[in-house]
């Protein structure tokens, strides 16, 4: 198995962040979507908690949190499509969910994802709470998941 290192977001990933976004926009993201993150990148009060993750010195995920209202949510979680089915989406979230366990105890953990992703996240104990058809783009459908405190 591969072994990812996490580090936190610097500004001087951005543009290797960006790709990692544009190769899953086949399903995960839409194309309207890269400008909405490309803000989140340079918004130094919401990236506080954004990790990327390097394998053999490459970027290859990134991904983080944040608290809101609800409790604490899941932010741009990516891996590189090219290397999907490898282990590193579940490196990736077994590394936020540590950190944000760590951190704040067990708590409830929130995410919003895309109808192609929502079956990962269901092996990890996620359970879909709604489905909004079209819910991130035209096509995509929103899956708004919970990880409840056990």
Request: contains cysteine.
């Amino acid at each position: 198995m591969f072994k990812v290192e996490f580090i936190a977001y610097k500004p001087k990933y951005k543009s290797e962040c960006i790709e990692l976004f544009k190769s899953n926009l086949n399903g995960y993201f839409s194309p309207e979507e890269v400008k909405d993150y490309a803000q989140f990148l340079d918004s130094s009060e919401e990236i506080e908690n954004y990790y990327v993750g390097f394998l053999d010195g490459e970027v290859v995920a990134a991904g983080g949190w944040d608290r809101q209202n609800k409790g604490y949510f899941l932010r741009w979680g990516i891996i590189d499509n090219s290397r999907h089915k490898l282990g590193l989406g579940t490196q990736l979230l077994e590394f936020r969910i540590g950190k944000i366990e760590i951190l704040y105890g067990k708590v409830d953990i929130l995410i919003k994802t895309s109808g192609k992703a929502h079956g990962f996240f269901e092996k990890f104990g996620f359970e879909t709470c709604q489905i909004i058809p079209d819910g991130i783009f035209s096509g995509i459908d929103e899956y708004q998941m919970v990880r409840r405190l056990e």
